[in-house]
């Protein structure tokens, strides 16, 4: 039990108590944004008394069991609205190539990238998601090593791919709101 004195208490478990009540302040702009320092001072009791009477009346201050428990509940909720998707890794290797014609489980991914980028840039075109490397999927990644400099070729390899999905990240992920 965490217990604020007179007397400061240090250590491990405040300064863990210090981090939950840090990243909870980043959903709950009441809850002051504390230093994990491993100090019970003023800050931290502010912020436990706060957290108390918005969530886990009553009002101590003190930090029992059922008040981490709360707080760490609440915490683990926070983390994962605060942490963000995981990155997609959709290319298998850098030897990886899919040649015109050519079906591929890898294209219905390049192919759904394709579908969201014709909206917002001129040259690429729609088309459906089939997974063969079809004519519009061709014109596509030709399209795309055009706008790198490389050779047309049609063939989908580790460069176009690379472009493709920075198009994506630029113009769909986070040109979109």
């Not at 604020?4 to 840090?22: A, D, F, H, N």
């Not at 008040?67 to 942490?83: K, M």
């Not at 075109?125 to 990644?141: E, K, L, R, W, Y």
């Amino acid at each position: 039990m965490i217990v604020p004195q007179e007397i400061r208490l240090i250590g491990q478990p405040v300064r863990s108590l210090q981090t939950m009540l840090r990243e909870l302040s980043f959903l709950y702009d009441f809850l002051p944004r504390l230093t994990p320092d491993g100090i019970f001072g003023e800050r931290t009791l502010e912020a436990v008394m706060l957290f108390q009477r918005e969530f886990f009346p009553p009002v101590t201050g003190r930090v029992d069991q059922a008040t981490w428990d709360a707080i760490a509940a609440l915490y683990l909720q926070a983390r994962t609205r605060l942490a963000g998707p995981l990155p997609c890794r959709g290319y298998p290797n850098c030897d990886f190539s899919v040649q015109p014609d050519q079906d591929s489980v890898h294209l219905y991914l390049v192919q759904s990238m394709f579908r969201a980028l014709a909206r917002l840039l001129d040259g690429i075109q729609s088309a459906p998601v089939t997974g063969q490397n079809d004519a519009t999927t061709q014109h596509n990644i030709r399209w795309v090593q055009q706008l790198d400099g490389r050779p047309q070729t049609g063939v989908l390899d580790q460069g176009s791919w690379n472009t493709i999905s920075r198009l994506y990240t630029l113009f769909v992920t986070y040109g979109q709101k």
